[in-house]
Protein backbone atom coordinates (compact mmCIF):
# COMPACT_ATOMS: atom_id res chain seq x y z
CA UNK A 1 0.00 0.00 0.00
CA UNK A 2 1.47 3.16 -1.10
CA UNK A 3 0.41 6.41 0.54
CA UNK A 4 1.07 10.15 -1.28
CA UNK A 5 1.91 12.69 0.95
CA UNK A 6 -0.10 15.40 1.11
CA UNK A 7 2.24 18.04 2.48
CA UNK A 8 -0.45 18.51 5.48
CA UNK A 9 1.04 16.53 8.07
CA UNK A 10 -1.91 14.49 9.55
CA UNK A 11 -2.66 13.62 13.63
CA UNK A 12 -5.43 11.02 14.94
CA UNK A 13 -6.71 10.93 18.56
CA UNK A 14 -8.75 8.07 20.00
CA UNK A 15 -10.33 7.84 23.41
CA UNK A 16 -11.24 5.07 25.08
CA UNK A 17 -12.35 3.66 28.65
CA UNK A 18 -11.25 0.73 30.15
CA UNK A 19 -12.59 -1.40 33.12
CA UNK A 20 -9.64 -1.82 34.44
CA UNK A 21 -7.41 -0.34 36.33
CA UNK A 22 -4.34 1.60 35.65
CA UNK A 23 -1.51 -0.33 36.17
CA UNK A 24 -3.09 -3.14 34.30
CA UNK A 25 -3.48 -1.31 30.83
CA UNK A 26 0.25 0.56 31.79
CA UNK A 27 1.20 -3.01 31.74
CA UNK A 28 -0.52 -4.31 28.49
CA UNK A 29 1.39 -1.54 26.77
CA UNK A 30 5.22 -2.47 27.84
CA UNK A 31 5.36 -6.00 29.04
CA UNK A 32 6.15 -7.90 25.98
CA UNK A 33 4.99 -11.22 27.44
CA UNK A 34 1.29 -8.93 27.61
CA UNK A 35 1.18 -7.12 24.47
CA UNK A 36 2.10 -10.18 22.34
CA UNK A 37 -1.45 -11.55 24.02
CA UNK A 38 -3.64 -8.88 22.50
CA UNK A 39 -1.60 -6.37 20.04
CA UNK A 40 -3.48 -6.84 16.69
CA UNK A 41 -6.45 -5.34 14.58
CA UNK A 42 -7.98 -8.30 14.32
CA UNK A 43 -8.24 -11.95 15.46
CA UNK A 44 -6.79 -12.76 11.76
CA UNK A 45 -3.41 -11.07 13.26
CA UNK A 46 -0.89 -12.29 15.47
CA UNK A 47 1.86 -10.29 17.06
CA UNK A 48 4.57 -13.02 17.76
CA UNK A 49 7.83 -10.78 18.35
CA UNK A 50 7.61 -7.74 20.58
CA UNK A 51 10.32 -5.66 21.76
CA UNK A 52 9.61 -2.43 23.82
CA UNK A 53 12.53 -0.59 25.94
CA UNK A 54 11.82 0.72 29.24
CA UNK A 55 13.81 4.24 29.09
CA UNK A 56 13.76 6.75 26.72
CA UNK A 57 16.23 5.55 23.61
CA UNK A 58 15.37 2.02 24.25
CA UNK A 59 14.30 0.06 21.12
CA UNK A 60 10.84 -0.59 20.29
CA UNK A 61 9.94 -3.43 17.61
CA UNK A 62 7.32 -5.60 16.91
CA UNK A 63 6.39 -7.92 14.19
CA UNK A 64 2.83 -8.64 12.77
CA UNK A 65 1.43 -11.93 10.96
CA UNK A 66 -2.17 -12.22 9.18
CA UNK A 67 -3.17 -15.56 8.88
CA UNK A 68 -3.25 -14.95 5.23
CA UNK A 69 0.56 -15.02 6.03
CA UNK A 70 1.31 -11.01 5.16
CA UNK A 71 3.60 -9.69 7.72
CA UNK A 72 5.03 -6.37 8.65
CA UNK A 73 7.11 -4.53 11.11
CA UNK A 74 7.23 -1.78 12.56
CA UNK A 75 10.12 -0.14 14.42
CA UNK A 76 11.33 2.67 16.26
CA UNK A 77 12.58 4.11 19.86
CA UNK A 78 11.27 4.73 22.98
CA UNK A 79 10.92 8.78 23.38
CA UNK A 80 9.40 8.99 27.08
CA UNK A 81 8.00 6.44 29.10
CA UNK A 82 6.23 7.38 32.41
CA UNK A 83 4.84 4.36 34.47
CA UNK A 84 0.97 3.92 34.82
CA UNK A 85 0.85 8.06 33.09
CA UNK A 86 2.42 7.73 29.65
CA UNK A 87 4.26 5.68 26.50
CA UNK A 88 5.84 7.78 23.57
CA UNK A 89 7.18 6.15 20.96
CA UNK A 90 8.32 6.58 17.11
CA UNK A 91 6.48 4.53 14.12
CA UNK A 92 8.37 3.20 11.23
CA UNK A 93 7.35 0.57 8.78
CA UNK A 94 10.78 -0.66 7.23
CA UNK A 95 9.05 -2.91 5.00
CA UNK A 96 7.04 0.28 3.55
CA UNK A 97 10.19 1.68 2.77
CA UNK A 98 9.91 5.46 2.65
CA UNK A 99 6.13 5.82 2.13
CA UNK A 100 5.10 6.16 5.71
CA UNK A 101 7.62 7.88 7.06
CA UNK A 102 8.35 8.05 10.80
CA UNK A 103 5.70 8.94 13.00
CA UNK A 104 4.89 9.72 16.83
CA UNK A 105 2.54 7.39 18.56
CA UNK A 106 1.70 8.42 22.37
CA UNK A 107 -0.78 6.45 24.93
CA UNK A 108 -1.45 8.44 27.55
CA UNK A 109 -3.76 6.94 30.64
CA UNK A 110 -5.82 8.45 33.13
CA UNK A 111 -7.78 6.73 36.05
CA UNK A 112 -11.14 7.53 36.05
CA UNK A 113 -13.76 6.56 38.35
CA UNK A 114 -14.79 3.80 35.57
CA UNK A 115 -10.99 2.34 35.43
CA UNK A 116 -8.63 4.09 32.92
CA UNK A 117 -9.13 6.44 30.29
CA UNK A 118 -6.28 5.91 27.58
CA UNK A 119 -5.94 8.66 25.12
CA UNK A 120 -4.08 7.40 22.11
CA UNK A 121 -2.34 10.61 19.62
CA UNK A 122 -0.99 9.19 16.51
CA UNK A 123 1.22 12.36 14.88
CA UNK A 124 3.19 13.25 11.69
CA UNK A 125 1.24 10.74 9.24
CA UNK A 126 1.58 11.93 5.74
CA UNK A 127 -1.54 11.94 4.19
CA UNK A 128 -5.23 11.80 5.09
CA UNK A 129 -5.20 8.56 3.58
CA UNK A 130 -2.64 7.00 5.63
CA UNK A 131 -4.75 9.02 9.01
CA UNK A 132 -7.82 6.99 7.82
CA UNK A 133 -5.89 3.18 7.11
CA UNK A 134 -4.40 4.19 10.76
CA UNK A 135 -6.95 4.77 12.48
CA UNK A 136 -9.07 1.67 11.55
CA UNK A 137 -5.84 -0.37 12.57
CA UNK A 138 -6.11 1.69 16.13
CA UNK A 139 -9.54 1.13 16.34
CA UNK A 140 -9.25 -2.59 16.18
CA UNK A 141 -6.44 -3.01 18.49
CA UNK A 142 -8.08 -1.40 21.02
CA UNK A 143 -10.70 -3.35 20.79
CA UNK A 144 -8.94 -5.97 21.37
CA UNK A 145 -7.13 -4.77 24.06
CA UNK A 146 -10.60 -4.26 25.66
CA UNK A 147 -10.93 -8.48 24.84
CA UNK A 148 -7.95 -8.86 26.95
CA UNK A 149 -8.38 -6.75 29.91
CA UNK A 150 -11.69 -6.79 30.53
CA UNK A 151 -13.08 -10.47 29.30
CA UNK A 152 -9.53 -12.11 29.30
CA UNK A 153 -9.86 -12.94 25.54
CA UNK A 154 -5.99 -13.58 24.28
CA UNK A 155 -4.71 -14.09 20.54
CA UNK A 156 -3.82 -17.76 20.07
CA UNK A 157 -0.17 -18.19 19.53
CA UNK A 158 0.97 -18.26 15.96
Known amino acids: MSHET ?3 VQKLVIKRVFRAPVDKVYQAWTDP ?3 IRWF ?5 WRTPAVEVGSAPGGKYNLTMRHSDGDSFQSVGHIVEII ?3 RISFTWTMPDAGLSFGESLVTVDLRAVPEGTELTLTHD ?3 SADLRKDTSE ?3 GCLTMLEGYLVNGVELSPP
Open 33 to 35: DKM
Open 83 to 85: ENE
Open 124 to 126: RLI
Open 40 to 44: ASNER
Open 137 to 139: GWA
Open 6 to 8: SGE
